[in-house]
């Protein structure tokens, strides 16, 4: 069974008697109509709508007032304080939660014994997300980089690697194509920046596909020509897959103009994720 503890995520629990409404009223997806033992994909974005942190919302059976956001790592203390100074008079406490971990499953998809699995949002073939105690999760061990594989063949982008915490964009992130936003909410922090986008098509930076025969370095630049591109996220070199942060039109016009893509020296082909609905000429 391929599984992993996923020791760069970290659990933040919100909990309280407003903690729904109040989640619901600051990040992009729907946690009103979240049911328990379900998962969310969503982030919280400054009020310019980049994004400080995406993550995933799980509510746990039989616990009504609470919910555990599955966060990277490196923003999860950053994701605490905002939450923390945005919770006002709502009776609500957001907490990092030291003693408990993420572990994926996918594959043949069974739960280790004493977590609680949630499906991932996102995407179906990525698998299982499962929450339990830290120290049976580092018993359990797995290979963090066979799922990171995994999540890499299915073209699924990764904050920190495909794109940077604070300067990119829902759209950038495919966060519109994963779930992530949902556009008939109402309000949230960051909103009138995300659905101006969507309403207008304006997302000319997306995150794809990279194939190649040599992986190039991370944050490599992608040229054609004299022009830049994007540039390099993270890489599964084995596979010769990896996902690229890019702008569509640019893409588009290195094609139509006959000129290859090329990052770090080596050669590339993009494509666009079998799960997406925008194209590479979109602009």
């Given at each position: 069974m391929p599984i992993a503890h996923l020791a760069d995520r970290a659990v933040v629990t919100v909990t309280g008697p407003d903690a729904r409404a109040f989640l619901h009223n600051v990040v992009t997806c729907n946690v009103n109509t979240l049911k328990e033992g379900g998962a969310r994909y969503g982030a919280l974005l400054m009020p310019q709508g980049k994004i400080i942190s995406d993550f995933l919302i799980y509510a746990p059976k039989a616990q009504p007032d609470t919910f555990l956001l599955d966060a990277p790592r490196t923003v999860a203390p950053d994701l605490v304080k905002r939450l923390t100074m945005y919770r006002l008079r709502s009776?609500?406490?957001?907490?990092?939660?030291?003693?408990?971990?993420?572990?994926?499953?996918?594959?043949?998809?069974?739960?280790?014994?004493?977590?609680?699995?949630?499906?991932?949002?996102?995407?179906e073939d990525l698998g299982l997300r499962c929450v339990m105690f830290a120290s049976d999760a580092q018993a359990l061990g797995g290979d963090p980089d066979a799922y990171a594989a995994h999540r890499i063949a299915l073209g699924i982008p990764q904050g920190g690697a495909d794109f940077v915490y604070g300067d990119a964009f829902p759209h950038e992130a495919d966060m519109d194509q994963l779930g992530g936003v949902d556009f008939k909410k109402g309000c949230y922090i960051g909103q009138e920046v995300v659905s101006r986008t969507q309403h207008r098509g304006i997302a000319r930076t997306r995150a794809v596909e990279a194939l190649f025969t040599s992986a190039p370095e991370e944050g490599a630049e992608i040229r054609a020509g004299e022009k830049t591109v994007g540039r390099m996220g993270s890489s599964a070199a084995a596979s010769g897959r990896g996902i690229a942060l890019v702008r569509l039109d640019r893409v588009a016009d290195a094609k139509a103009s006959g000129l290859p893509l090329v990052a770090g020296g080596v050669e590339l082909a993009l494509k666009v994720p079998d799960w997406a609905s925008f194209e590479m000429g979109d602009a």
């Open positions: 009776k609500v406490e957001v907490a990092l939660e030291d003693a408990r971990a993420v572990v994926a499953v996918w594959g043949e998809e069974v739960a280790p014994a004493g977590s609680e699995a949630f499906e991932d949002p996102r995407l």
